[in-house]
């Protein structure tokens, strides 16, 4: 079965400072990536996601992350950080090949950005 | 516009009592369905997932069972809370088999005391 790691449960910066959050998936076949964030006090929602074509992908807000197949990586970047970025943030992997076409979670990056 | 609702928002219940979670969609026909446990530190975990009415497959050996007696309808339940279900129980949807990007409800806190 896959599995996700995030390794960084708590990232604390200052506005402006640039961020990445590291994501590695286990599985060998066809993956489709994810990274969902939830603001304080609202639901989970879809941040960016990657299918196939060009592993460098844009999301809303400036975020982008970058699959590399033969790292089995899915990190996630902001050149520039905001308090309103304060949120956790959730890497995810469907296999394609699944039926029930499931997210395998994360368990989250708490990400505190101060003014 | 698809939306998705759950109720109740919070919920605090006595160990041993019964359970009753409840998920709707509406704007779209024969979503896929899922519930998910949210828990401190540990990300969301699949507990139940439904392809169509009346059609649960269960993730995890556990005290939860789940219904779908309508097609935009998701219920999950218990006959009698135990302690470690505390949680944050989210209920999200997708369309059909080919789609994978899921959207998410706004999530129950229960607390079993």
């Known amino acids: 079965a896959q599995s996700v790691s995030q390794h960084n449960h708590h990232v604390i910066l200052s506005e402006a400072a640039s961020l990445e959050l590291g994501c590695n998936y286990s599985?060998?076949?066809?993956?489709?990536l994810f990274w969902y964030v939830q603001y304080p006090g609202q639901h989970l929602q879809l941040l960016l996601k990657?299918?196939?074509?060009?592993?460098l992908v844009k999301g809303i807000k400036g975020f982008e992350a970058e699959f590399i197949k033969s790292k089995f990586s899915f990190n996630l970047r902001k050149p520039s950080v905001q308090w309103s970025d304060t949120a956790e943030y959730f890497c995810?992997?469907?296999?394609?090949?699944?039926?029930?076409?499931?997210?395998?979670f994360g368990s989250g990056t708490r990400l505190q950005v101060q003014p | 516009s698809q939306t998705i609702h759950q109720w109740p928002a919070t919920l605090v219940q006595p160990v041993g009592s019964p359970l009753s979670l409840e998920c709707t969609v509406e704007?779209?026909?024969?979503?896929?369905l899922y519930w998910y446990r949210q828990a401190a530190g540990r990300g969301l975990q699949l507990l139940f997932y439904?392809?169509?009415?009346?059609?649960i497959s269960s993730e995890v050996p556990q005290n939860l069972s789940a219904s779908r007696p309508q097609d935009r309808q998701f219920i999950l339940s218990s006959k009698k809370l135990l302690l470690s279900d505390s949680g944050f129980y989210l209920c999200?949807?997708?369309?059909?088999?080919?789609?994978?990007?899921?959207?998410f409800g706004p999530g129950t806190r229960l607390t079993v005391l």
């Open positions: 990657y299918f196939s074509g060009d592993p």
């Open positions: 704007g779209t026909s024969n979503p896929n």
């Open positions: 439904s392809v169509g009415i009346g059609q």
């Open positions: 999200a949807w997708k369309r059909g088999p080919e789609v994978n990007e899921q959207f």
């Open positions: 599985y060998g076949g066809t993956v489709n």
């Open positions: 995810a992997v469907n296999t394609a090949d699944t039926g029930r076409r499931a997210l395998t």
